[in-house]
């Protein structure tokens, strides 16, 4: 089992990385997407990591002609999508699965996805409980709860359906499946979840609009009637890839670091936001705004940070949950987390793992079923396990520029993030072992 020994910072850093990692949800969205147009999709800077790897690979076992070139990917969608001979392995991609099972549930033909060991776990009747009411034919586990999922698509019924959880995930995949409905399909979530589904479709000619029905605002998504407009895209950094290092910044004194290039859709920054009101130096310079708005955010250490109460927005931020675990167990006072349930079905039960980890490291934290209570104070050195959770890995990477920090099983930054310890090494040192 691979291991990294992140030593503690010597003195502070200033750090501009125009390196940090593609969009994670974003590439792979581009490698589903592609699949319903007719021409050749450009993807510049696609995440070239195995959860989206995994993607492009399915995308190529559907019949896709696909080319890379450097973190150039063009793809050519085939005029029909061809049922595959192999079995789609996601690896360890929630995203990978769920959107993939409502796009293939209204494609004819026989199609089974798996994963990795954590991902066989992970519940997915979120999305397989609402397909198959509208006509799928999806099976898998625990009454399709849990992969191998076995697709057999074919024609399905339009619906309406309000989300019990705001999840992208759910209604991506929701949305993908009512493009192949027999007609105009209703979507509600009660809070708005990161919307690239909705933006990349609309981009691509899809008609996806948003319609006020019994005082309620809906999603209405219309049948495809013709294949969709190719993409054309350079994929931003992930914001939630970046934040490692903003909390790097802000609980280093007299560090600063500026992640060029990034996405600043308001429904991915919500944790810089969280920061900011804890005290860090945050500033947002937008460049651009095609599908997606993006910029540079500069995080410079403002004095210590304060504690935090992250109760809403959940939906926004939960993926930087983990990192800001370490930013709040460094702050003066206490901060709570709650609403925050979901975060026990992620890549691991992060809440278990989250206040495991810190108390390990000498932090007084309260588990709730929904969150916890972090305790700031002295961060001391500790050996984490990361349950092959990248993001676990790289939280506690961060907090050891503090404290140094061991930590086991480290294999699954590459998931998301491949290059992070070779940008952790422009601060700190990493010595690495097997
Ligand atoms: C994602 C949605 C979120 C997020 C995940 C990526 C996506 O999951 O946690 O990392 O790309 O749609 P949920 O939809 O389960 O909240």
Redesign the pocket.
């Known amino acids: 089992m691979k291991r990294a020994k992140v030593a503690k910072l010597k003195k502070p850093f200033s750090l501009e990385c125009a390196d940090i990692a593609a969009d994670?949800?974003?590439s792979?969205?581009c490698a589903m997407f592609a699949l319903l147009s007719r021409g050749r999709s450009k993807i510049k800077n696609f995440l070239m990591a195995e959860d989206t790897l995994a993607s492009l690979e399915i995308a190529k076992l559907l019949g896709a002609a696909v080319e890379q070139n450097g973190d150039m990917v063009t793809i050519e969608a085939p005029l029909e999508i061809k049922e595959p001979a192999e079995i789609l392995d996601c690896g360890n991609a929630?995203?990978g699965m769920?959107?993939y099972c409502g796009l293939l549930s209204g494609i004819d033909g026989s199609f089974v996805l798996t994963g990795d060991k954590y991902l066989r776990e992970r519940p997915m009747a979120?999305v397989t409980k609402p397909l198959r009411a509208i006509g799928a034919r999806v099976d898998g586990r625990e009454e399709g709860n849990k992969a191998p999922l076995h697709i057999r698509g074919g024609k399905l019924k339009s619906f309406v359906y309000e989300s019990p959880?705001?999840?992208?995930?759910?209604?991506?995949a929701l949305i993908l499946a009512a493009l192949h409905a027999n007609s105009k399909s209703l979507y509600r979530e009660s809070f708005l979840?990161?919307d690239?589904?909705e933006r990349m479709l609309r981009g691509m000619g899809a008609k996806i609009e948003s319609v006020i029905k019994d005082g309620k605002e809906w999603l209405e998504i219309t049948p495809l009637e013709k294949p969709l407009e190719p993409l054309e895209i350079t994929v931003p950094a992930d914001p939630?890839s970046g934040f490692f290092f903003a909390v790097a910044a802000a609980i280093t004194p007299g560090a600063e670091v500026i992640l060029k290039n990034i996405s600043l859709n308001p429904t991915r920054i919500e944790a810089y936001r969280v920061l900011e009101r804890m005290g860090a130096s945050i500033s947002y310079h937008l460049k651009e705004d095609k599908y997606e708005p993006i910029g540079d955010i500069h995080i410079a250490y403002n004095g210590r940070l304060k504690g935090v109460m992250v109760d809403s927005k959940i939906?926004w931020l939960?993926?930087e949950l983990p990192a800001l675990a370490i930013a709040m167990s460094l702050a003066e006072g206490s901060s709570t987390v709650c609403n925050a349930k979901?975060l026990r079905?992620?890549e691991s039960d992060r809440i278990a793992v989250i206040v495991d980890g810190l108390r390990r490291c000498g932090i007084e934290v309260e588990e709730y079923e929904d969150g916890y209570r972090i305790y700031g104070g002295e961060l001391k050195h500790a050996v984490i396990n990361s349950h092959g959770d990248h993001r676990i890995a790289m939280s506690f990477s961060i907090a050891g520029l503090i404290c140094g920090m061991e930590i086991e099983d480290i294999a699954c930054v590459d998931t998301s993030f491949p290059n992070f310890f070779d940008i952790l090494q422009q601060i700190t040192g990493v010595e690495f072992e097997d």
């Open positions: 994670k949800s974003i792979h969205r929630g995203t769920r959107l979120r959880i705001d999840s992208a995930q759910v209604k991506s979840s990161r690239h589904s939630s939906a939960i993926d979901e079905v992620k």
